[in-house]
């Protein structure tokens, strides 16, 4: 079966650099793109009802029109789901129906709280990305503690090793001298979603918090994309303090890969 990739969408501008940076995703595994857009925010069903049936109707055919116009013109297998749930609801039918390999919307969704909550991976694609090709640059963000990673963040695997792409183990840390990340480094070659990585491929930023420092590292690097471990429960939180997560998140200028990572 094809792999498939379910991406968030608005159908605005925002949201578009997220579809295209994942259908290349898809297009170089020979998946599919599942397009899925949730009609009803809860918090406006009221302010809807009173909008009269048919206007409601002819809204859902237009958006239905509109994506599956936009499907068109991917070049992949492409697939629109409209659903009237709940975005938790919609995420989680989503992943009983398809079991993507990851979930991806733009950066400033007001929905990527809910989306990681899947325990999925979640690439966030800042709107301003306009990077041609796949990544052949990747950072991972690390310190010095150990983790694992979720069984669907393993199963990402096959897609990362296809990128063939070189990746480099990023730390960045206040104090001065290396900092002790064998264990770190053990984690994330455990995985086997990045090959065989060495001390020569950790890159040290000392003397540098963590955030504006992995972000220092990766425009030094010309990384096209980083990868954050993260608790599945928040978005805030993993590996990381939650303030660094949160920063990355925010400020990172490339596409960011959240990788939930198992509950100690």
Known sequence: MEPAFVVLTDLSSSAEAALLYTTQLARHVNGRVVLLHVYLDPLLELEVSLVPATVQVASR???MANMAKRTQQLGVPALIELSDDSLEVAVQHMILRYHPLLLAAWREAPHTAVASQARYPLLLVPETWTGAGLPRRVVVAADEQSFGLTPPALALAPLLQALQAKTTLVHASPGRGPAPLDAALLAVGRTGLFGGLTGSDVYEVPEEAPAPGVLRACAELGAELLVVPARPHTLLGGVF????????????????????????
């Open 61 to 63: 055919q237009e958006i």
């Open 241 to 264: 303090h939650r303030s660094v997560t949160a920063e990355l998140l925010r400020r990172s200028p490339i596409p960011v890969l959240v990788l939930p990572i198992t509950e100690a």
